[in-house]
């Protein structure tokens, strides 16, 4: 028995060893996804067929992939964060979790973009844009009536009491984008007064930024306030969804991507990097349902894509909202007077 | 094979081959370590690395050698010397000292910079040398400890017995103590001893407000409400079942045992998801109800209903099972008398039948209500705007603002609420004697229920296997059509082609789904825990019920404490543990090996202490007085007589390893995904037919798996007596 307590002592020792040395091989990237499923897929299969390095992806939200990063601080497992609302990114840059990269593709990026990079001292960068608004579930509501909502005050109607979602901000980058929003639409007071007043509309805070809208396709709920993109993908794919853009004007995210620092690959890592602002691989998100309007100034938008153009937007302070102090100050505000209600 | 053991012992025995292989050979670290500067070291063993400049490895490879020195003057019983004891002693602080002292960017303490420059360099973590070192130097301790006369002199007994140890304190205790030294630090990593108070003691955490007022409660009330009501509902109906089967005529026991074990195989979120689709607003219950009786749609189901309901389901089976044995062990000559006596049915049943149930309901309420404070699958899913304690600690970690402290304080509030509903239950069980089985005779008929007894059994039991089979229904059909939650039954099976698409393409067989990694990861994992669970598990059983030994009391406490622990926490604490050095196995498959093996270790523990009473102990010595030492004893005789304790062993550790969440969620890395993992973020994003048809397939491969655990460990042969079947064990905090 000692013997065998031996051979497994040094089998799990020559596990434990190996299974960490593993990580080091070449010809490998590690891809910590904060996008939609659909789009984090196509992009690692397209990489791996185009350059052969193999992607071992894992998609989280953006909060949890943060959380991550925050976590293997001592030593970093993934190698690119891509997607995501940008606040999250630009906290990472803040802390120093992501390093610095100036991508030989930023000349052809859009303004947005690149003010997201420099925000950030290059840290991170833009890679996709979206504007926050609500949809609703058109068997429920009807578009053409007059009392369809059509702004963020007509969500207070005593109507639609229980039959708002939204996601929490604590774990969502979409809600917190609509918290900073809302803050810098009305004034700070008056944005917790607006939140407080549609608490008593809201049936559930979910956890994850677009499950308001799936519930709202299939009609558990009435509406849900997303991302415009995510409210159209559920009415590419068939939902009874009406894409809302607030008339008072609304917030927006510039999807980001970072390199980070001390990763096991840096360098598959910067081929990754450059290679996914490219236009072609900017394109694909249309193939995989993700309408949100691409960083590179040579991709083409997809047509069902909400039009940024046509939609009334907040100048949105991306330094001031991205940064840990004011995050954590508004988030607790949140837990104090919404969350806890 | 013998000679070779003969050749090693000549040697020295094992240890010492292996602790010399380890300084001498094998790479101690995991990466090759910074460039010191003081030439390329050949092996990157400790020897050639404490040569280039780090010579706080030096320590352990001297006292090796030493060993080795000892062998060649003393002969084989070299480590009966009283120097052995203390030079490994030593060696181990050493060891630890400079594997905890000198992190990956550099020494915790200025002052060892200065002395060893190379240290500023910081060293990355353990390799085979360095946890081959840490395993020979716990078996010459041990050898050393078993030749001045611990445990009666046995060597294969002390081995096990400091190894087990060694094992609970890396994978059990360290991973606690670091987590709870994590709530004395503000996010920023400043040491704050104050923080705990204030985060122990902020009001959302003990509001009352819900019971007062309109507001929300706190948390740890809202923790508690749920536990207490969930243990409640799920005594009553498993005691409802119980009777059903043990006191009624009831037809179709058997279908309702069949039904019983199926919470146990079921993956989490399945169970709330199928609520969903079946009480959800446009839920087809719901629309049936609106359709018919006019009730309208409400969303009644997010939120503490829906938790509770989705509780109910799962626990009841397990009280259900506790209560059955107490029921069935009721002598039926006690009511027989009171019948006698003139009391009428009812009357026996409230004072004689009824007071025999109580230790029996404790037990069941108690693991309820642990289950239901550990239970993290039907909250997220379910729980709408009702914060319980795991979802909070989740996103302490997981959310917008990661605050490790926020969530080690959360975890210890709830790893005592557990703790004292573990010590409760042992107290209480401890104490009284409800002996009803004696060696008299019990060959009276058990009393029928009491008719309006009667009535109230059936009452909670029909609509109970009715819900169970609709949402098993929804788990078979959701999977194979369209959209269930849309109420588009069309046949399909585009969901299960997602998940696992495969092709015979010219590369052969070539698998293109996106759930086939995390399934491969899934099955591979807990085929690998499960043995070694129970391994382990067992050993600790024979250890604890045959070998007497000092610290045998808090060694036992030590192996419950990994069962009591709740999942999430224990995912927190690895993480918080295991991402750095000197044990830096975050991102590995093995962390996950690991986590389940120290989590199910308990239930084969006990299952093995139950199945050893019952076998005396004149056999194992008529084997050791015919020569045979403690291994050959435990293989050749007790082994084959505890097969159903290894059998239940190794099911449960197979079937939790394959649904496990709560803590796995923690672990999961791009590399290795896990299936339960995988189905949550399908939850997450609304994908249900997606996630139901993957439990589907899971439950399935449980099954065939269980099978042939069945098939692999056999049946014992207990002389003609054909064998007592007997009921799983109890699940496991998740």
């Known amino acids: 028995m000692i013997r065998a307590i031996a051979m497994s002592g040094l089998a799990a020792a020559a596990l434990l060893g190996t299974s960490g040395a593993v990580n080091a091989q070449s010809g490998e990237l590690v891809l910590y996804c904060a996008a939609d499923e659909g789009i984090c897929r196509l992009l690692s299969e397209t990489f791996q067929r185009?350059?052969?390095?193999?992607?071992?992806?894992?998609?989280?939200?953006?909060?949890?992939?943060?959380?991550?990063?925050?976590?293997?601080?001592?030593?970093?497992?993934?190698?690119?964060?891509?997607g995501g609302t940008g606040d999250p990114h630009l906290q990472a840059a803040q802390e120093g979790l992501t390093s610095v990269y100036e991508s030989p593709m930023l000349d052809q990026l859009q303004d947005w973009a690149v003010r997201q990079a420099e925000t950030a001292d290059y840290r991170t960068v833009g890679v996709y844009a979206g504007a926050l608004g609500f949809g609703y579930n058109t068997d429920l509501i009807d578009p053409a009536s007059e009392n369809a909502p059509k702004c963020w005050a007509d969500l207070l109607d005593e109507a639609y009491r229980d039959e708002i979602q939204v996601a929490n901000p604590n774990s969502s980058g979409t809600s917190y984008t609509m918290l900073a929003t809302l803050v810098q639409l009305?004034?700070?007071?008056?944005?917790?007064?607006?939140?407080?007043?549609?608490?008593?509309?809201?049936?559930?805070?979910?956890?994850?930024?677009?499950?308001?809208?799936?519930?709202?396709?299939?009609?558990?709920?009435?509406?849900?306030?997303?991302?415009?993109?995510?409210?159209?993908?559920?009415?590419?794919?068939?939902?009874?969804?009406?894409?809302?853009?607030?008339?008072?004007?609304?917030?927006?995210?510039?999807?980001?991507?970072?390199?980070?620092?001390?990763?096991?690959?840096?360098?598959?890592?910067?081929?990754?990097?450059?290679?996914?602002?490219?236009?072609?691989?900017?394109?694909?998100?249309?193939?995989?349902?993700?309408?949100?309007?691409?960083?590179?100034?040579?991709?083409?938008?997809?047509?069902?894509?909400?039009?940024?153009?046509?939609?009334l937007l907040i100048d949105y302070d991306f330094a001031l909202y991205g940064s840990s102090d004011e995050r954590s100050r508004l988030l607790s505000r949140w837990d104090q007077e919404i969350g806890s209600r | 094979m013998r000679q070779a053991l003969t050749l090693v012992n000549r040697l020295g025995g094992l240890w010492l081959l292996v602790g010399l292989a380890a300084v001498l050979v094998?790479?101690?670290?995991?990466?090759?370590?910074?460039?010191?500067?003081?030439?390329?070291?050949?092996?990157?063993?400790?020897?050639?690395?404490?040569?280039?400049?780090?010579?706080?490895?030096?320590?352990?490879?001297?006292?090796?050698?030493?060993?080795?020195?000892?062998?060649?003057?003393?002969?084989?019983?070299?480590?009966?010397?009283?120097?052995?004891?203390?030079?490994?002693?030593?060696?181990?602080?050493?060891?630890?000292?400079?594997?905890?002292?000198?992190?990956?960017?550099?020494?915790?303490?200025?002052?060892?910079?200065?002395?060893?420059?190379?240290?500023?360099?910081?060293?990355?973590?353990?390799?085979?040398?360095?946890?081959?070192?840490?395993?020979?130097?716990?078996?010459?301790?041990?050898?050393?400890?078993?030749?001045?006369?611990?445990?009666?002199?046995?060597?294969?007994?002390?081995?096990?017995?400091?190894?087990?140890i060694t094992l609970l304190t890396l994978f059990v205790f360290f991973?606690?103590?670091?987590?709870?030294?994590?709530?004395?630090?503000?996010?920023?990593?400043?040491?704050?001893?104050?923080?705990?108070?204030?985060?122990?003691?902020?009001?959302?955490?003990?509001?009352?407000?819900?019971?007062?007022?309109?507001?929300?409660?706190?948390?740890?009330?809202?923790?508690?409400?749920?536990?207490?009501?969930?243990?409640?509902?799920?005594?009553?109906?498993?005691?409802?079942?119980?009777?059903?089967?043990?006191?009624?005529?009831?037809?179709?026991?058997?279908?309702?045992?069949?039904?019983?074990?199926?919470?146990?195989?079921?993956?989490?979120?399945?169970?709330?998801?199928?609520?969903?689709?079946?009480?959800?607003?446009?839920?087809?219950?719901?629309?049936?109800?609106?359709?018919?009786?006019?009730?309208?749609?409400?969303?009644?189901?997010?939120?503490?209903?829906?938790?509770?309901?989705?509780?109910?389901?799962?626990?009841?089976?397990?009280?259900?099972?506790?209560?059955?044995?107490?029921?069935?062990?009721?002598?039926?000559?006690?009511?027989?008398?009171?019948?006698?006596?003139?009391?009428?049915?009812?009357?026996?049943?409230?004072?004689?039948?009824?007071?025999l149930l109580r230790p029996g309901l404790a037990a069941a309420f108690l693991l309820a209500f642990i289950e239901s404070l550990a239970d993290f699958?039907?909250?997220?899913?379910?729980?709408?705007?009702?914060?319980v304690l795991s979802i909070r600690i989740f996103f302490a970690v997981v959310g917008?603002?990661?605050?490790?402290?926020?969530?080690?304080?959360?975890?210890i509030i709830l790893l005592t609420l557990t703790l004292s509903a573990f010590w409760l239950q042992t107290r209480w069980l401890g104490k009284k004697s409800y002996v009803t089985v004696t060696g008299k005779s019990d060959a009276g008929l058990s009393a029928p229920l009491p008719d309006p007894l009667k009535a109230a059994v059936y009452l909670a039991v029909i609509p109970w296997i009715l819900f169970t089979l609709g949402v098993y229904a929804i788990v078979v059909i959701g999977g194979f059509v369209t959209d269930v939650a849309r109420f588009d039954l069309a046949p399909t099976l585009r969901h299960l082609s997602t998940a696992f698409a495969f092709e015979f393409g010219q590369f052969g067989l070539q698998l293109y789904g996106s759930a086939w990694d995390s399934l491969q990861t899934t099955v591979l994992v807990s085929a690998i825990a499960a043995p070694l669970t129970t391994a382990i598990g067992i050993l600790t059983a024979y250890l604890i019920a045959r070998q007497n030994f000092a610290g045998k009391g808090a060694f036992e406490f030590g192996t419950m404490l990994s069962f009591a622990i709740p999942g999430t926490v224990v995912g927190v604490s690895y993480v918080a543990a295991f991402n750095v050095p000197p044990v830096d196995i975050t991102g590995t498959m093995a962390i996950l090996v690991i986590c389940f093996m120290f989590r199910n270790m308990p239930v084969g523990m006990r299952a093995g202490i139950a199945a050893l009473s019952q076998i005396d102990r004149s056999m194992e010595e008529a084997s050791q007085t015919m020569g045979a030492n403690g291994f050959a004893t435990l293989r050749t005789v007790v082994l084959p007589l505890i097969r159903p304790a290894i059998f239940t062993s190794m099911v449960y550790a197979f079937v939790t390893a394959m649904t496990a969440v709560s803590a796995v969620i923690f672990l999961v890395s791009a590399r290795h995904n896990m299936a339960t993992a995988y189905i949550m973020g399908r939850v997450e994003n609304g994908e249900y037919p997606l996630a139901i048809a993957y439990s589907a397939v899971l439950m399935i491969i449980m099954i065939v798996c269980i099978a042939i655990i069945q098939l692999l460990v056999g049946r014992r042969q207990l002389g003609r007596r054909s064998e007592m079947h007997k009921p799983p064990a109890a699940l496991p905090a998740e």
């Open chain 1, 50 to 82: 185009e350059t052969g390095i193999n992607v071992l992806m894992t998609r989280k939200s953006s909060g949890e992939t943060y959380a991550q990063l925050k976590a293997e601080e001592g030593q970093p497992r993934g190698d690119v964060w891509w």
């Open chain 1, 186 to 311: 009305m004034g700070e007071d008056e944005a917790f007064a607006y939140l407080a007043a549609l608490d008593d509309n809201i049936a559930q805070y979910t956890s994850s930024g677009s499950a308001p809208i799936r519930a709202a396709g299939t009609g558990e709920t009435t509406i849900g306030i997303v991302f415009m993109h995510d409210a159209v993908t559920q009415a590419v794919s068939g939902s009874p969804i009406q894409v809302v853009a607030p008339c008072e004007g609304t917030g927006y995210e510039v999807g980001s991507m970072s390199l980070i620092e001390g990763g096991p690959n840096p360098e598959n890592a910067r081929l990754f990097y450059d290679w996914v602002l490219t236009p072609e691989a900017q394109e694909l998100g249309a193939q995989a349902n993700s309408f949100q309007v691409p960083s590179n100034m040579n991709a083409a938008t997809p047509e069902e894509s909400p039009n940024l153009e046509d939609i």
């Open chain 2, 26 to 164: 094998l790479p101690w670290y995991k990466l090759p370590p910074p460039d010191t500067g003081g030439g390329a070291s050949l092996l990157g063993s400790a020897l050639t690395e404490a040569l280039a400049g780090r010579w706080w490895l030096l320590p352990p490879v001297l006292a090796m050698l030493a060993f080795a020195g000892l062998r060649l003057g003393r002969g084989e019983r070299w480590p009966a010397h009283a120097a052995v004891p203390w030079l490994a002693g030593a060696a181990a602080i050493l060891y630890l000292g400079q594997a905890f002292g000198i992190g990956l960017r550099g020494p915790a303490i200025d002052g060892i910079a200065q002395a060893m420059p190379a240290a500023a360099l910081g060293q990355p973590g353990l390799g085979v040398g360095g946890f081959a070192l840490g395993i020979a130097l716990t078996g010459i301790i041990a050898d050393s400890l078993a030749m001045r006369g611990f445990c009666r002199g046995e060597r294969f007994a002390a081995n096990a017995v400091i190894f087990v």
């Open chain 2, 175 to 355: 991973p606690i103590l670091r987590l709870g030294s994590a709530a004395l630090f503000t996010p920023d990593g400043v040491f704050q001893p104050g923080l705990f108070v204030t985060r122990f003691t902020a009001p959302d955490l003990w509001g009352l407000d819900c019971l007062v007022g309109d507001r929300k409660c706190g948390v740890v009330i809202n923790t508690l409400i749920l536990g207490i009501l969930s243990g409640l509902c799920s005594t009553a109906l498993g005691l409802a079942l119980a009777l059903i089967v043990a006191r009624t005529g009831f037809r179709f026991k058997g279908a309702l045992r069949a039904i019983s074990i199926l919470p146990i195989i079921t993956p989490p979120f399945v169970v709330g998801v199928a609520i969903i689709v079946l009480f959800g607003r446009t839920g087809v219950v719901t629309g049936w109800l609106d359709l018919l009786f006019d009730i309208p749609r409400t969303r009644w189901v997010y939120g503490l209903p829906g938790i509770l309901l989705a509780q109910v389901l799962a626990f009841a089976p397990i009280t259900f099972l506790v209560l059955l044995g107490t029921v069935e062990a009721i002598n039926p000559t006690l009511e027989e008398a009171s019948k006698t006596l003139g009391a009428k049915p009812f009357a026996t049943f409230r004072t004689v039948t009824w007071p």
């Open chain 2, 377 to 387: 699958g039907n909250p997220i899913v379910l729980g709408g705007g009702y914060d």
């Open chain 2, 400 to 411: 917008a603002r990661y605050d490790l402290g926020n969530a080690a304080v959360l975890a």
